[in-house]
């Protein structure tokens, strides 16, 4: 069956958040994730920000998964797999206070949230822009950003390189 969603299918069963303790257990895991709202993690974000209607198609989803596994009885296994390196210790001391896309499918790291008073902010950096480049680093992917963000150090400062729409321009940062 077809899903209606954008999925972004990764080879890990770990990351941040819930589901790697079940992992770490040897219970199988499937996560899904959809997205953020600029109230999430906060005490703002209450009931009201329930997507009601979206939250029943992920379930009705994932349980037409489930009914599919069961019908050909298959039994959902846990399977070992490698694991991200988000979910052990931080790789950077520095950070831009953006949320990145992960449903993101191009090239470089698409911003879903910017957090006030952080360096993306200052900087002007909004939703839907889009990094390709930070300072003498490439950024292509979420792992490859990470890895520039990890050559960086508090007090430091560089150029960041995004993609807004149809333009790319350059903004300093200060870490």
Same mark, same amino acid.
């Given at each position: 069956?077809?899903?209606?969603?954008?999925? !972004?299918?990764? @080879? @890990?069963?770990?990351?941040? @958040?819930?589901?790697?303790?079940?992992?770490?257990?040897?219970?199988?895991?499937?996560?899904?994730?959809?997205?953020?709202?600029?109230?999430?993690?906060?005490?703002?974000?209450?009931?009201?920000?329930?997507?009601?209607?979206?939250?029943?198609?992920?379930? *009705?989803?994932?349980? @037409?998964?489930?009914?599919?596994? *069961?019908?050909? *009885?298959? !039994?959902?296994?846990?399977?070992?797999?490698?694991?991200?390196?988000?979910?052990?210790?931080?790789?950077? *001391?520095?950070?831009?206070?953006?949320?990145?896309?992960?449903?993101?499918?191009?090239? #470089?790291?698409?911003?879903?949230?910017?957090?006030?008073?952080?360096?993306?902010?200052?900087? #002007?950096?909004?939703?839907?822009?889009?990094?390709?480049?930070?300072?003498?680093? #490439?950024?292509?992917?979420?792992?490859?950003?990470?890895?520039?963000? #990890?050559?960086?150090?508090?007090?430091?400062?560089?150029?960041?390189?995004?993609?807004?729409?149809?333009?790319?321009?350059?903004?300093?940062?200060?870490?």
């Amino acid at each position: 069956k077809k899903s209606p969603f954008v999925i !972004k299918i990764d @080879s @890990s069963g770990t990351g941040p @958040s819930d589901h790697t303790s079940f992992y770490r257990k040897g219970i199988p895991v499937l996560f899904f994730f959809t997205g953020l709202h600029a109230d999430y993690h906060k005490p703002s974000d209450d009931f009201d920000k329930i997507n009601y209607s979206g939250e029943l198609a992920v379930i *009705n989803y994932i349980y @037409s998964l489930i009914e599919k596994e *069961n019908k050909e *009885n298959h !039994k959902l296994a846990f399977m070992k797999t490698r694991e991200t390196q988000t979910s052990g210790p931080s790789r950077f *001391n520095v950070t831009l206070g953006i949320m990145p896309d992960y449903t993101f499918g191009g090239t #470089g790291v698409r911003i879903d949230g910017v957090s006030d008073g952080r360096p993306a902010q200052k900087a #002007g950096l909004q939703t839907g822009d889009v990094i390709v480049q930070l300072g003498d680093y #490439g950024v292509t992917s979420l792992d490859n950003y990470m890895e520039a963000l #990890g050559k960086f150090k508090k007090g430091d400062a560089t150029i960041v390189k995004v993609k807004r729409g149809n333009d790319t321009i350059e903004k300093p940062i200060q870490f």
